[in-house]
Antibody
Framework: QVQLQESGPGLVKPSGTLSLTCAVS?????????WSWIRQPPGKGLEWIGE???????NYNPSLKSRVTISVDKSKNQFSLKLSSVTAADTAVYYC????????????????WGKGTTVTVSS | QSVLTQPPSVSGAPGQRVTISCTGS?????????VHWYQQLPGTAPKLLIYGNSNRPSGVPDRFSGSKSGTSASLAITGLQAEDEADYYCQSYDSSLSFYVFGTGTKVTVL
């Protein structure tokens, strides 16, 4: 059973770069799935940030694309998120998740989620 | 940035049936993209509840059911239980935006 665990600093200064890692256990990041980042500001809804395939192919939310980089480290079975030039509006719980693929087809839903990590942007 | 609209809240007594609507447009639900539903219990991560409009992952009670028609979808909870108190989100893909979109979220309260 695949499990995901987010980690990273809980506090980032304005204009700095938010860096998070998602460790994949119980399965290989090189399996045929996409790996996503999703965030949820306090008291608000969910926002998809972007995703990566083990080959390194990425898709990003256009509204965040200029500030986001998602990368994969197959040797460590993990993937990472970097969000630059952060402001208070980037304060949120950040989740990593798996977008399910099977039998050569990839579907548009996230079937496995991490527990989330809270990131606060403040000086 | 939510392009899928849900009612902010719904409520019902234990044992009752409640439904949550999810209204989209011709670039997402109406374009034929599937709708998926997530349940978020207080203080926890979202959990996949319904995928592909009406399919339940293993372990999800059959009290939960989903449907889709035109540019909208619905989640129904029958035999409402106290443990169903949570936030529920619909999700689809939008071809105009080229990414995955979530609904505005609905809080279900068991009276």
């Amino acid at each position: 059973q695949v499990q995901l665990q987010e980690s990273g600093p809980g506090l980032v200064k304005p204009s700095g770069t938010l860096s998070l890692t998602c460790a994949v256990s119980g399965g290989s990041i090189s399996s045929s799935n996409w790996w996503s980042w999703i965030r949820q500001p306090p008291g608000k809804g969910l926002e998809w940030i972007g995703e990566i395939y083990h080959s390194g192919s990425t898709n990003y939310n256009p509204s965040l694309k200029s500030r986001v980089t998602i990368s994969v480290d197959k040797s460590k079975n993990q993937f990472s998120l970097k969000l630059s030039s952060v402001t208070a509006a980037d304060t949120a719980v950040y989740y990593c998740a798996r977008r399910y693929c099977s039998g050569g087809s990839c579907y548009y839903y996230m079937d496995v989620w991490g527990k989330g990590t809270t990131v606060t942007v403040s000086s | 940035q939510s392009v899928l609209t849900q009612p902010p809240s719904v409520s019902g007594a234990p044992g009752q049936r409640v439904t949550i609507s999810c209204t989209g447009s011709s670039s997402n639900i109406g374009a034929g993209y599937d709708v998926h539903w997530y349940q978020q219990l207080p203080g926890t991560a979202p959990k996949l509840l319904i995928y592909g409009n009406s399919n339940r992952p293993s372990g999800v009670p059959d009290r939960f059911s989903g449907s889709k028609s035109g540019t909208s979808a619905s989640l129904a909870i029958t035999g409402l239980q106290a443990e169903d108190e949570a936030d529920y989100y619909c999700q689809s893909y939008d071809s105009s935006l080229s990414f995955y979109v979530f609904g505005t979220g609905t809080k279900v309260t068991v009276l």
